[in-house]
């Protein structure tokens, strides 16, 4: 059984960083193409990042780009987004998500989600 396990999420103020884990069991890790997704109230669940086994990454929003970054520990099947310099918009609930694709992360080609880890940036 696949499971994808987020952690990390937690109430900060505006400003503050936040590591998110995601640790994967069930699946060979290098596989799979391991991403993150977030959806705020109210809106549609968005894409943010995605890496892959050789440590290419893509970051889809420019309102995250220098701040967030995406890594991978293969050695441990998890996957970790750095959220630095956060902001109330980037208030939303978290998803690690798994996919075998070769570049493209959309949540169309997702094969297995996370439960979510929610994440508040106060102003």
């Known amino acids: 059984q696949v499971q994808l396990v987020e952690s990390g999420g937690g109430l900060v103020q505006t400003g503050d960083s936040l590591r998110l884990s995601c640790a994967a069991s069930?699946?060979?890790?290098?596989?799979?193409?391991m991403g993150w997704f977030r959806q705020a109230p109210g809106k549609e669940r968005e894409f943010v990042a995605a890496?892959?086994?050789?440590?290419?990454?893509?970051y889809n929003l420019d309102s995250v780009k220098g701040r967030f970054t995406i890594s991978r520990d293969n050695a441990k099947n998890t996957v970790y987004l750095q959220m630095n310099s956060l902001k109330p918009e980037d208030t939303a609930v978290y998803y690690c998500?798994?996919?075998?694709?070769?570049?493209?992360?959309?949540?169309?080609?997702?094969?297995?989600w996370g439960k979510g880890t929610l994440v508040t940036v106060s102003s």
């Open positions: 069930g699946l060979t890790f290098s596989y799979y193409g």
């Open positions: 890496i892959w086994w050789s440590g290419t990454n893509i």
């Open positions: 998500a798994a996919a075998i694709t070769a570049n493209n992360f959309r949540t169309s080609v997702v094969n297995y």
